[in-house]
């Protein structure tokens, strides 16, 4: 039996993988007027921001956040300039222009005193469909962006009766720190100082908390961050060793992570706010890591190395019933890294190597297929957005390792920049503002 063998920190810690979690929505609704809206899976109506005066930013924000939904053809109209006064228009709604212009939905964003309203028609049945004011702190304020991504996720449900993926944060790893940057790729953040090493940052599921390995002195504790404060402690359990992949469970009141030995590498689960970890795999000279729950908090996959190169294993949470979940041919199928479930518990993403280039794979949990979703260039490290159809990774198919997203449906790639390599993104669940401004460390 081949053994992959361990010559560092950073050999292990390469094999880390970070996940995502989720909050509540906290704009507050003044007002709403609902009429039916019929959506059809798979296509992507027009959609067209009505132009306007006045909130320029929100009504920017609001456009590329709906774009980036993948679940609409955005027509693409010029505001008639950039006034700071109302927007309210001078009359009625023109249905038949935005109708010949291809669009089947408009929304309207006025500055209505000191909030702003927002109406989406349905321009086929020349009806106000939908109409909710709300209010956003002023723009200078740290929330001021999320609560826009916010609104543009409520309309996208009441345009498609699913909620958008722009009120998200990823969390993903650069020169040994651990960044936070908004799901449009704005506002990047650093959250953990320079000078340390920082890996595997993991969302708690209510968005107030991330976990993260911090690496000092060749150990590896595992931290728990509380985004508002700031304020960082140490999993007990984890001040000796090399303990890494942390990963919250969905009832937020249990981490499991990796620790390693010289015996190998095994999974642990531990309860927070108490000592003593409960031991999920017996490594036997086999390295176990990368744990990730199913969204029901059932079963665990995980990497290991117990039939030779790293594979996809899966587990009852309680350690039991240890088998192979994705298939592979020994000695020809490339090693596999870096499991995540997806939100509605119907699939996991991994990457594993082909021809020796990482790529990004699909599972199906129930009856075990495999779709490779990428082919060009180093592919790794995937994360699922909370939509369960958008994945972050990382890629080099450009030259250096960026953050890349990918909508699964419909293979639309962008690009989010940042300015040196970026590794081990984790993409958040919808979250609440307070719960994610943190002060510079």
């Known amino acids: 039996?081949?053994?992959?063998?361990?010559?560092?920190?950073?050999?292990?810690?390469?094999?880390?993988?970070?996940?995502?979690?989720?909050?509540?929505?906290?704009?507050?609704?003044?007002?709403?007027?609902?009429?039916?809206?019929?959506?059809?899976?798979?296509?992507?109506?027009?959609?067209?921001?009505?132009?306007?005066?006045?909130?320029?930013?929100?009504?920017?924000?609001?456009?590329?956040?709906?774009?980036?939904?993948?679940?609409?053809?955005?027509i693409a109209v010029g505001d008639p300039g950039h006034g700071t006064g109302s927007a309210a228009p001078a009359g009625p709604l023109n249905y038949g222009l935005y109708k010949a212009l291809g669009a089947e939905f408009a929304l309207?964003?006025?500055?209505?005193?000191?909030?702003?309203?927002?109406?989406?028609?349905?321009?086929?049945?020349?009806?106000?469909?939908?109409?909710?004011?709300?209010?956003?702190?002023?723009?200078?304020?740290?929330?001021?962006?999320?609560?826009?991504?916010?609104?543009?996720?409520?309309?996208?449900?009441?345009?498609?009766?699913?909620?958008?993926?722009?009120?998200?944060?990823?969390?993903?790893?650069?020169?040994?720190?651990?960044?936070?940057?908004?799901s449009d790729g704005m506002t990047p953040r650093a959250l953990t100082p320079d000078g340390l090493t920082s890996l595997s940052p993991a969302w708690s599921p209510d968005g107030r908390r991330m976990a993260f390995t911090k690496l000092v002195q060749?150990?590896?504790?595992?931290f728990l961050y509380t985004l508002g404060s700031g304020e960082v402690t140490q999993l007990a359990g984890t001040e000796t060793g090399l303990n890494i992949t942390p990963m919250f469970a969905p009832d937020g009141a249990h981490l499991a992570y990796a620790r390693s030995d010289e015996k190998g590498t095994d999974i642990f689960v531990a309860s927070l706010g108490e000592r003593g970890s409960q031991r999920l795999t017996a490594g036997r000279f086999a390295d176990n890591l990368s744990p990730t729950y199913s969204p029901d908090g059932r079963r665990i996959?995980?990497?290991?190395?117990?039939?030779?190169?790293?594979?996809?294993?899966?587990?009852?949470?309680?350690?039991?019933?240890?088998?192979?979940?994705?298939?592979?041919?020994?000695?020809?199928?490339?090693?596999?890294?870096?499991?995540?479930?997806?939100?509605?518990?119907?699939?996991?993403?991994?990457?594993?190597?082909?021809?020796?280039?990482?790529?990004?794979?699909?599972?199906?949990?129930?009856?075990?297929?495999?779709?490779?979703?990428t082919s060009q260039g180093r592919n790794e490290d995937a994360t699922w957005a909370p939509d369960g159809r958008h994945l972050c990774f990382v890629s080099d198919r450009t030259g250096a390792r960026q953050l890349w997203i990918i909508d699964a449906e419909t293979g639309r790639n962008r690009q989010l920049v940042s300015p040196g390599w970026a590794r081990l993104p984790a993409w958040s669940r919808r979250l609440a503002g307070a719960a994610v401004v943190a002060p510079k460390p």
Do not use: C
Request: aromatic share 8%.
């Open 108 to 182: 309207e964003l006025i500055d209505d005193g000191g909030k702003v309203t927002a109406r989406l028609h349905d321009v086929g049945r020349s009806v106000m469909a939908n109409q909710q004011s709300v209010t956003l702190p002023p723009a200078t304020d740290a929330n001021f962006r999320l609560a826009v991504h916010v609104l543009s996720d409520e309309v996208a449900r009441w345009a498609t009766g699913m909620p958008g993926i722009a009120a998200t944060r990823l969390l993903f790893v650069q020169n040994g720190r651990i960044w936070m940057v908004d």
């Open 1 to 74: 039996m081949r053994r992959l063998v361990f010559t560092s920190i950073g050999a292990l810690a390469a094999l880390a993988l970070a996940r995502p979690a989720a909050a509540q929505d906290t704009t507050r609704v003044e007002g709403g007027v609902r009429v039916g809206i019929s959506y059809n899976l798979g296509e992507r109506p027009g959609l067209i921001v009505v132009p306007g005066s006045g909130i320029d930013s929100v009504r920017a924000i609001v456009r590329r956040d709906l774009d980036y939904s993948d679940r609409f053809s955005m």
């Open 301 to 373: 996959a995980f990497v290991s190395t117990r039939a030779g190169p790293p594979q996809l294993y899966v587990m009852a949470a309680d350690g039991t019933d240890q088998e192979l979940f994705a298939p592979f041919d020994f000695g020809v199928t490339g090693p596999s890294y870096a499991p995540e479930w997806s939100p509605d518990g119907t699939s996991v993403v991994f990457h594993r190597e082909v021809s020796g280039t990482p790529q990004i794979f699909v599972l199906t949990v129930a009856g075990q297929k495999l779709r490779q979703i």
């Open 218 to 222: 060749g150990k590896g504790g595992v």
